[in-house]
């Protein structure tokens, strides 16, 4: 049963990357369910400031721009912005401010906001000494994925409980109008092959075989990408394909252009990326291959998730370089992750 005239108005303060904001959602699904007429305000990236407008229990957006800011912080301050975002912050008073990042650029806000602020101990959070910055700091295992840690998080700041809540990203039913029903006569399958470090890279050249084991199975293949490596990288899969016409590379997208494209696939392999959270969030079928890092705390998370991991011993390490190869595999942690073993965890079968 709902919670009548409790905590109407919460402000979260998440501000990146794209995987941690996605994490965020579904804890505003629970309150939603939990507390009547609870609506939420949401500091956020400029870059990432599409997402929170998705779902249905947020009502503003105020996008902040710390990463731009930093690089010339005299130029910020000369220029007003850092003044006129605190002035539009402090407009509003707030039942609760939830800082779900506990990051010390994240507590700041926090602090500057007007209500009762709430988040992470010195024990739970990546940055302790943010929690000097709230009112009410509680602790959260840092055993527990971090999709569960944010919502026990807000479950303890609003006074609900988790139990019979299932996990929504709150996503799908408000985006399901941009599904094509359009009968397909194939598979249409989507490579999400950028990612930040060198070491989540699945070698290029088990991008191209996977390609071409899936086309040889009448699939189509559907390549996004972000910038000019991975627009190169893009069409030198499409080319080394003995069928291109199978292989569609997208124009440059932003993130609602990508959702379309997200939901009207039937599959996804994704290296460990922001995007394939994207895709758990749509229940999207999707495959993630894991070399030095691991799905145990942040991967993947929800429906229809697979996770490849890497058998070496050295795996996860973490790394973002790495000089061992094998078989002119690298990293080496990659060498048993084959596009034939791909292929097998994908449900290739009659198109729907």
């Not at 999707?286 to 697979?306: D, E, F, R």
């Not at 690298?330 to 290739?348: A, R």
């Amino acid at each position: 049963m709902k919670k009548k005239d409790l905590n109407k108005n919460i402000l979260i303060i998440k501000t990146s990357s794209l995987g941690d904001i996605i994490h965020t959602l579904p804890a505003l699904s629970d309150a939603k369910t939990a507390l009547e007429n609870i609506r939420f305000d949401w500091i956020v990236e400029e870059n990432f400031a599409e997402i929170p407008h998705w779902h249905p229990a947020v009502r503003n957006v105020i996008p902040v721009a710390i990463r731009r800011w930093r690089k010339n912080i005299l130029k910020t301050i000369r220029s007003g912005e850092w003044r006129q975002f605190k002035q539009d912050l402090q407009q509003q008073n707030y039942d609760a401010v939830i800082d779900a990042q506990g990051l010390l650029k994240s507590a700041w806000i926090t602090y500057l906001a007007n209500g009762k602020s709430y988040g992470l101990d010195k024990n739970s959070a990546r940055e302790s000494m943010a929690c000097y910055f709230y009112q009410h700091p509680l602790t959260i295992s840092k055993n527990k994925h971090a999709v569960e840690r944010i919502r026990e998080l807000f479950a303890k700041s609003l006074n609900y409980s988790l139990k019979d809540l299932p996990l929504d990203y709150g996503l799908y039913n408000n985006l399901i109008h941009q599904k094509n029903n359009q009968t397909k006569d194939s598979k249409q399958i989507l490579f999400l092959h950028g990612t930040t470090w060198s070491t989540k890279h699945w070698p290029e050249s088990y991008w191209d075989e996977l390609a071409r084991l899936l086309i040889d199975q009448a699939c189509h293949i559907v390549l996004p990408w972000g910038n000019k490596i991975e627009y190169q990288r893009a069409l030198r899969i499409k080319e080394h394909c003995q069928q291109p016409s199978q292989v569609l590379v997208l124009k440059k997208m932003n993130l609602n252009e990508l959702v379309k494209e997200i939901i009207n696939v039937d599959a996804v392999v994704a290296v460990d990326t922001g995007l394939a959270h994207l895709c758990a969030a749509l229940d999207k079928p999707t495959i993630a291959l894991y070399g030095p890092t691991s799905p145990g705390l942040t991967g993947t998370y929800g429906k229809n998730q697979q996770h490849i991991k890497a058998a070496i011993s050295c795996s996860p390490c973490f790394k973002k370089q790495c000089n061992k190869i094998k078989n002119n595999i690298n990293p080496e942690c990659y060498t048993d992750i084959t596009p034939e073993k791909v292929l097998s965890f994908l449900d290739l079968g009659q198109s729907k």
